[in-house]
């Protein structure tokens, strides 16, 4: 499929789905009233200490909101088509499943990165924290290619649910284990020795490392491109795995008729 | 029991692009786990040495009861199932090799009240399908309003989906399925569920898209409906078609029998039943749900034949009792019938 129709999918899957956010609304809670609660704990614990600890539980708290979004809604993003009853149409297009699921998971990621926002600007005008950035440029970029690599990360687990509902389960087990692993809300130091491994193929403890680093530092170092650099690469590993495993995954749905059973 | 009464075999495998449909000795067969602690596999065999032909601007229904194989012999025409064996063409394509070929081709029709995005508008849902299929951008916007127009509802078009009855949605699952303007439309149950004017409506719907030059495949469960709409209906039962004709030639598999239609009240399965058991009679159906109960006795014996009637429903009131030339749904159920179901 020529690359041009590929962004055609992905884009117009990625609409719809933001029509269907913002048509319910239930996301208040999880992306308002839960950030707020989250902010409120977490500055509460750090009240007493010193360095940039307000920053890391901001940061924390809005990659949670972020990974949580795109993992559950990316697995959801199956289910949310069985629920409608709208796979088998959209299974019966040309078009790529795995392109459609794309463009919802990085809707949902999206919509992570408004809970990372509400976050910020609770932490800043109700909490008074200041949060001072020190490279909002690259602060930026990061933030939307950490954004791009957690999507492409709840690829790799959505292609689970073509086969079966049951991947919630495997999913849901995984929310906490991977926020802690990459790195979100503490530095990746603090962990075991023998966890590091399972850190460093996660695209988003890259993408962790390069936002903290724009915060602080204003000046462009190399270890922010180092990190940069190796979140893109290992992102693209996540989209050939899930090209892969999509591909694989359909075929056995059509042979054993498991697509578009709840 | 096979009964081809126009058999149509010999016109199966030639492989051209001459024919819309080519079916050769379709078969499906799912490994089915059943039990909690131990699991045990077991085959079904859903669709069983299927074949059969389908010409350029026809309509071709495919009629039976439920479970006898018609959703799944229509999915795997539309690629979304892979045949245990044999092979299939669309519009010239095997559906196992050419799956892109064949959905960029045809349009999905499986309408019901859900399979539509209930919570955006219907023109929001048609330019999303619109992108999936690679309609160009250029007429998109045209395309979907137009067909909007053509299904009526454009009026509504900008408001949500959910607010639309049970007709809107049908409507614009026929709209949705066009969108690509395919050649070949498959169309499982297209008229289940709705009144019997907005059925009406969508059965002229069909015949005016043959008129554009489409063909269609569909499935039903209303006889009248294959009757007026179908140029040929296969008959599937137990995932094997047991006849293939034009519905004027299925009737001609019954014309030696005369269907006595009773309307009455207290009649149970158990009257039926007996019937059932008479050696003159070829085929029951009862509708015993409503008030008005109906029973459809098909027998060669006619009027011979009545008081045997009166005796079995003795202790049941009976409103009217009448002598009817046999319908394409006394063949049907005739048909459906020999399987002792």
Redesign the interface.
């Known amino acids: 499929m020529p690359l041009r ?1 590929t962004l ?2 992905v ?3 990625f ?2 789905a933001m ?2 956010w913002l ?2 609304p239930q996301w208040v809670i999880p992306n308002v009233i839960a950030p707020f609660v989250f902010t409120f704990v977490a500055l509460t614990l750090f009240k007493e200490a010193s360095g940039p600890f307000g920053l890391y539980a901001v940061l924390g708290g809005g990659m949670m909101g972020m990974w949580g979004n795109t993992l559950y809604a990316s697995g959801f993003a199956i289910e949310f088509e069985k629920w ?3 796979l ?8 790529n499943l795995m392109h ?1 699921v794309a463009g919802r998971s990085v809707s949902n990621a999206v919509f992570g990165l408004t809970n990372m926002v509400a976050i910020l600007l609770i932490a800043s005008f109700v909490f008074r924290v200041h949060l001072g950035v020190a490279n909002p440029v690259l602060f930026g970029v990061a933030i939307v290619l950490t954004l791009l690599s957690v999507s492409a990360l709840g690829l790799i687990f959505a292609s689970a649910f073509v086969l079966s509902r049951s991947a919630q389960v495997f999913t849901n087990g995984l929310e906490f284990p991977i926020y802690v692993v990459s790195g979100s809300m503490f530095p990746i130091a603090l962990l075991p020795f023998w966890t590091h491994p399972v850190s460093y193929v996660l695209g988003p403890t890259w993408g962790i490392e390069a936002i903290r680093t724009a915060a602080g530092q204003a000046n462009v170092s190399f270890t922010f491109f180092q990190d940069v650099g190796v979140m893109v690469l290992i992102t693209l590993a996540y989209v050939a795995v899930a090209a892969f495993l999509f591909k694989k995954v359909e ?1 056995k749905s ?4 498991t ?1 578009v059973q709840a | 029991m096979h009964l081809w009464v126009s058999d149509v075999s010999s016109e199966v495998g030639e492989v051209s692009f001459d024919r819309a449909i080519v079916a050769e000795h379709l078969c499906k067969v799912f490994n089915v786990s059943k039990g909690t602690l131990r699991r045990r596999k077991t085959r079904v065999v859903a669709v069983k040495d299927v074949s059969f032909v389908v010409d350029y601007g026809e309509i071709f229904g495919l009629v039976g009861p439920n479970g006898a194989g018609k959703t799944t012999t229509i999915k795997m025409l539309t690629t979304m199932l892979i045949p245990t064996s044999g092979r299939a063409f669309v519009l010239g394509y095997d559906v196992g090799r050419d799956v892109t070929r064949v959905r960029e081709r045809i349009g999905v029709v499986l309408g019901g009240e859900r399979g539509l995005y209930t919570r955006v508008n219907a023109i929001d849902n048609m330019r999303y399908f619109a992108d999936l299929y690679g309609v160009p951008t250029s007429v998109r916007d045209r395309r979907v309003r137009e067909l909007l127009e053509f299904m009526g509802l454009w009026e509504r078009a900008r408001d949500r989906v959910e607010t639309y009855s049970k007709g809107m949605k049908q409507r614009l699952h026929l709209a949705r399925g066009l969108i690509n303007d395919p050649q070949l439309i498959f169309m499982d149950e297209p008229t289940i569920g709705l009144d019997p004017e907005i059925a009406k409506e969508t059965r002229s719907m069909i015949r005016q898209l043959v008129e554009k030059g489409k063909t269609i495949l569909l499935t039903t469960h209303y006889m009248f409906e294959a009757d007026e709409l179908c140029r040929r209906v296969a008959v599937i039962r137990n995932g094997e078609i047991v006849a293939l004709d034009t519905p004027s030639g299925l009737k001609r598999y019954v014309m030696d029998t005369s269907v006595v239609e009773v309307e009455g009240f207290g009649i149970t399965e158990a009257e039926v039943a007996r019937f059932k058991e008479v050696s003159e009679v070829l085929a029951v159906s009862a509708d015993l749900s409503e008030n008005k109960q109906i029973l459809k006795i098909q027998t060669p014996k006619g009027s011979e034949i009545i008081s045997e009637v009166q005796e079995i429903l003795k202790g049941c009131r009976i409103y009217d009792l009448k002598i009817k030339e046999p319908t394409l749904e006394d063949a049907y159920l005739r048909l459906v019938e020999g399987s002792g179901e």
């Open positions: 129709q055609r999918v884009y117009s899957a609409r719809l029509l269907h048509a319910d409608q009853g709208t088998e149409e959209v299974v019966a297009t040309p078009s459609v075929e059509r042979r054993d008729g697509l």
